[in-house]
């Protein structure tokens, strides 16, 4: 038990003294009668007495017990024994013992030092020998300051009648005493073996070397700075140093803080500089985004130090598209150079396909050269060609938007009845001029029928007369009739020498109801026009032949084509700007647009794609969650600015005005401090000299944007490129990711050319060790390299040569053999190795299946193969092979399809190119493979993950497709795809559309909702300005007199009322005023105020 069990005062040091209980006071008497003086006592540290006490207290120490150089030994309190030239005195007696241990538990010397197992000499009672002293607290011991306990067999200290203080007596070596190991060894004087002691508030035990240590090395850490615990072994703790580079900038001075309280007191003083500053680095709230320099100029925000340049850490992704300023981290260039790995092997695979697409490719550009697919269609070439013949639409309308246009090169069109042919403008030309001849030609005739009306009422004025026969005039002047009183339908001029000539006859009227004979001069009149019209009208269907021609070659016509796979133009050679489409049904829809160019000079017709991606970008510029509706519409953005919320560029635009200008003041200020670096976000440890952004506070956005627009970040080092890095990345990664990117652009093309090269050698047999010199010829192995051997060995061992023709069998033959010779031979050496007798029972069996390279059971032997189709083969009892190029293998098996398989009892390949494997399958579909029938199907087993497109799949890698539907969805024991769930707004949704939709709904009820709430707020604010206008407080000057006042006031349609009172002093210097106002459905304003009159 390590205690100290009194506190004593030494009169002779004049100090308190801790001492073991065995010691006495002044003037207390031992059994010799003779009293010791405190004064004269050994003074002794708390941790001495403390290891007394334990070593007196305790049995279990049995110091004695140990063995010490230049002493006899000595056991403990045993009453027996001789020790040195002494006697050995008992446990509680005292005796006088010369060079030798002595010990008992009350210990009685000649000096009465009571301090337990003292020893002293019997001609100097000074002298404490052959035993352990200790410096008085730390006193001088041989001239040092040491506070240890000596041990040695003669070794003795004397003791200062005045000063209370030991010396040596006799230089011999010191031991020291382990307590741990209980040995002694002669060095120096230091306790050890000491257990570390408790540390606390009330603990009052001894601590050891490495507690103290400790306690050092993390005082020394807290401290900082470089500080350090020497390696003296005094447990020396240096002074720290503080560069405080950042707040000898702000406050101006120099030099590093050698203590914890000088470094305090810069950064106070520099902390109060900063108080009223700001920083180019801001955040608006917590958790919202981060500016940096935002509302200053300048294009470059550089990290560079004084180290070189730095890494940006902490980037959050950014936006990957064309308008995008938002920096990149690394995980993403990772990820880019990932997927640029993946398209360089996509592109392998898509190499591979464009190849197998360039026949369907070529097909495709045939018939679109050839006119026969499009609106425009030409069957073959001098074919007619046609528009939107498989179409509905009945109106081809040719009006642009500078209105109609004109179609030309159209042929003359059918001129019947029932053509439906459009006529060209030379036909119309043709019709017209025939109207105008008809209208002059009319013009002559009325003038003609006017001078003839004279006559014809003289010739009336003579028929009407009855003067003559028939022909009858009633009167001069009258007209003359024929026959006007007989009936009779015809007027016969025939004579005896026949038919006459009626002449003199006026030209009759032509018109639809006119009965008047006509004269000769009318009617060559008329033929005159017929003979005209037939040769119009036959120079009019030559010209509508060929114009039918030109439109169906497509030479005329609003629509043409130069020739076939030549452009098609519409109106191309004439004015109009307007191309309109609308039809009897209305507006039509113009699809299979290809997307046009976009650029400043462009005037290609764009699609729904490139408008979709124009609003799309508007939508990713405006931000706010703005996005493209199905009908192109982009939606209202929210902008939360300032603390609220604004649906609107402009109301952004108008809330951050305002503040800028009520910050105007701030801002400067800010500007000022900023531009002097004091202060900011932007902060770099004195210690490492890492700097950090917004370290300690939240937000997840670092925005560089500054009124010029987007900022270059330069001076950035090379960041990490790993999956897990968020580092910045620098200008020369993403260029040397570019410079690769290009370099395999570049290299995907020439390998395209060079693979494709290689594929048609390949397939051609003139590459490779595997060659052949023209289809036909013989295929060779390695025919140009050296080797002796072709070594078909694989992973699992060794492999079939198969499909080898019979070698030739002499002596220089230097052919492979397959196996059917060398089963012959086998065959040829048992049969000659058997009795002859044998030879025609052997033939018996091999014609019946028995025996042979393919064999069947007893009880279907007899049934032949069959293999009759041109290059078929079949085997096994009853199998045929019926097919061109087909094989049968297994009884009753049969392929009768085109180049079909079936391989199995009973498998049945029909269709062409089909293969049925195992028995039963079947193949009744052409290009299929079977492994089974209906009702008795059968899995595909171990089956590799396809990576081709016409290769198979497997169900790890369906799995993997439900995998990334998420939602649960996966590939039940069945092989059936389980649908996922989605958990969308308190619903559940098995599908993703469906999830989909209701978060579209949810969002525009959001939406609503958060309308609803800034309606509401602008109503409180208009109400809050109107009142705050209605407070109106005009305050006269009239001392002793009370005055009031009523206010009035709107503001965006809220209406407020206000009433102030104003009352002067009667000395006129002090004005109190007060007021109050209310909008309607609003909460009061009041206001209170004071003013005094300063001066006379």
């Known amino acids: 038990m390590n205690h100290i069990y009194r506190v004593i005062w030494n009169s002779a040091t004049q100090s308190w003294a801790a001492v073991s209980e065995l010691d006495s006071a002044k003037g207390k008497s031992s059994t010799r009668g003779k009293s010791a003086s405190t004064g004269k006592s050994f003074m002794l540290k708390a941790m001495v007495f403390a290891l007394v006490a334990a070593l007196t207290c305790s049995a279990s120490v049995s110091l004695f017990a140990q063995t010490v150089p230049g002493a006899n030994t000595y056991d403990g309190n045993a009453n027996n024994g001789t020790m040195g030239n002494g006697t050995q005195g008992g446990g509680t007696s005292g005796g006088t013992v010369i060079n030798s241990f002595y010990g008992g538990a009350q210990a009685n010397m000649q000096s009465q030092k009571a301090y337990g197992y003292n020893f ?5 009672p000074e002298m404490v020998g052959a035993s352990w002293a200790e410096a008085n607290t730390c006193g001088a011991v041989n001239g040092s300051s040491s506070c240890q306990i000596y041990w040695g067999a003669v070794y003795g200290v004397s003791k200062s009648a005045t000063t209370g203080l030991l010396t040596p007596v006799e230089n011999h070596a010191a031991a020291i005493y382990n307590f741990n190991t209980g040995t002694v060894s002669n060095v120096d004087t230091i306790m050890t073996g000491i257990a570390p002691g408790r540390i606390s508030v009330k603990s009052n035990d001894v601590v050891n070397g490495s507690e103290l240590y400790s306690n050092a090395v993390n005082t020394a850490a ?150 026969t697919v499009g609106l425009v269609q030409q069957a073959a070439p001098g074919a007619n060609i046609t528009v939107a013949s498989a179409t509905d639409g009945a109106v081809v309308d040719m009006t642009g938007t500078a209105g109609t246009r004109t179609v030309t090169g159209l042929t003359a069109g059918n001129l019947s009845a029932s053509s439906v042919d459009a006529v060209n403008g030379s036909q119309l030309y043709a019709t017209n001029q ?106 009019n269907t030559s010209d509508i032949t060929n114009l039918t021609n030109n439109i169906n070659s497509g030479t005329v016509g609003l629509v043409q084509q130069a ?99 009520a910050n105007t003041t701030d801002i400067t200020n800010l500007t000022t401090n900023i531009n002097n670096g004091s202060t900011g976000l932007v902060l770099q440890d004195p210690a490492t000299g890492d700097i ?29 490129l790993n999956a897990r890095s968020v580092d910045a990345v620098n200008g020369s990664q993403l260029y040397a990711t570019n410079q690769q990117v290009s370099i395999n652009t570049t290299n995907i093309a020439g390998n395209t050319s060079a693979i494709s090269n290689l594929t048609n050698n390949i397939n051609s047999g003139t590459v490779g060790l595997v060659q052949q010199a023209a289809p036909g010829a013989n295929i060779t192995v390695a025919a140009a390299t050296d080797g002796t051997v072709v070594d078909m060995t694989g992973t699992a061992g060794t492999r079939t040569v198969t499909g080898v023709t019979a070698g030739a069998l002499n002596a220089t033959s230097v052919d492979a053999v397959n196996g059917s010779q060398l089963y012959a031979t086998n065959q040829q050496v048992a049969a000659n190795t058997s009795s002859i007798n044998n030879i025609q029972s052997d033939i018996s069996n091999i014609s019946h299946g028995n025996v042979g390279a393919f064999q069947v059971s007893a009880d279907r032997s007899g049934s032949a193969p069959v293999a009759n189709g041109k290059n078929s083969a079949a085997g096994g009892a ?72 016409t290769d198979a799949v497997n169900v790890s890698q369906l799995t993997g497709v439900a995998n990334a539907m998420g939602g649960g969805a996966t590939i039940n024991s069945a092989g059936n795809v389980v649908a996922p769930t989605y958990n969308v707004g308190g619903n559940t949704y098995n599908n993703v559309g469906d999830a989909l939709g209701n978060l579209d709904s949810h969002l525009n009820d959001n939406f609503n909702q958060l309308s609803n709430k800034i309606d509401q707020n602008a109503q409180q604010a208009n109400r809050g300005i109107a009142g705050a206008a209605a407070l109106v407080m005009t305050t006269p000057y009239m001392p002793g007199r009370t005055t009031l006042n009523a206010g009035l006031a709107s503001y965006r349609g809220e209406s407020a009322l206000g009433v102030g009172v104003s009352r002067w002093s009667s000395d006129g210097r002090i004005n109190l005023n007060a007021g109050i106002s209310e909008a309607l459905h609003d909460q009061p304003i009041f206001r209170v105020g004071v003013g005094v009159v300063l001066g006379d």
């Open 120 to 124: 002293t000499s019997a001609s100097n």
């Open 222 to 371: 807290a401290l900082g700075g470089a500080s350090a615990v020497s390696a003296d072994g005094k447990g020396t703790i240096s002074a720290p140093s503080y560069a405080l580079s950042v707040a000898n900038a702000i406050d101006g001075t120099t030099g590093a803080a050698t203590d914890v309280g000088k470094g305090f007191a810069k950064v106070d003083a520099a902390l109060g500089i900063l108080q009223a500053s700001g920083s180019l680095v801001q955040q608006a709230a917590p958790g919202a985004n981060i500016t940096v320099a935002a509302a200053t100029d300048g294009a470059a925000v550089d990290m560079t130090g004084t180290a070189g340049t730095r890494t940006v850490t902490g980037v959050t992704a950014g936006a990957l598209n064309a308008t995008s300023v938002d920096a990149v981290n690394g995980s993403q260039l990772y990820a880019t150079n990932q997927q640029v790995s993946t398209n360089t092997t996509n592109i392998a695979t898509n190499t591979t396909n464009i190849a197998g697409n360039t026949s369907a490719i070529t097909n495709l550009t045939n018939n679109i050269n050839s006119g």
């Open 434 to 539: 025939q109207v105008s001849t008809n209208t002059t030609n009319i013009a002559t005739n009325t003038t003609n029928i006017a001078g003839n009306t004279s006559d014809i009422t003289n010739l009336t004025n003579n028929i009407n007369s009855g003067t003559v026969g028939l022909v009858q005039q009633a009167a001069p002047g009258a007209n003359i009739t024929v026959a006007a009183a007989t009936d009779g339908t015809l007027v016969d001029m025939t004579g005896t020498a026949g038919t006459r000539t009626v002449t003199g006859v006026t030209a009759g009227a032509l018109n639809a109801t006119s009965v008047d004979a006509v004269n000769g001069s009318q009617l060559f009149a008329t033929n005159q026009q017929v003979s005209t019209n037939t040769t119009n009208i036959a120079g």
């Open 563 to 661: 020739a076939p796979g030549a452009n098609i133009t519409v109106a191309a050679s004439t004015d109009g700007t307007v191309v309109d489409m609308t039809g009897t049904a209305g507006t039509r829809t113009v699809t299979g647009v290809t997307a046009g160019a976009v650029n400043a000079a462009s005037v290609d017709a764009i699609n729904g794609t490139q408008l979709f991606g124009v609003s799309q970008s508007i939508a990713n510029v405006i931000g706010g969650g703005s996005v493209v509706n199905n009908d192109g519409t982009i939606t209202n953005p929210t902008y939360n600015v300032g603390g609220t919320t604004v649906n609107t560029i402009g109301g952004a635009i108008t809330n951050i005005d305002g503040r800028v200008t």
């Open 692 to 720: 950090t952004v917004a370290a300690a506070l939240d937000g997840n956005v670092v925005n560089m944007s500054g009124t010029a627009g987007a900022r270059t970040i330069t001076g950035v080092a090379a960041g990490a």
């Open 878 to 949: 009853n199998a045929a092979a019926s097919g061109a190029n087909s094989v049968a293998v297994g009884n009753d098996s049969t392929a009768s399809g085109t180049s079909s398989t079936a391989v199995g009892s009973g498998a049945k390949a029909t269709g062409a190119n089909s293969v049925a494997i195992g028995a039963g399958s079947v193949a009744s579909k052409a290009n299929t493979v079977s492994v089974g029938s209906a009702g008795s199907e059968r899995q595909i087993a171990n089956v590799a993950a396809g990576v081709q497109q």
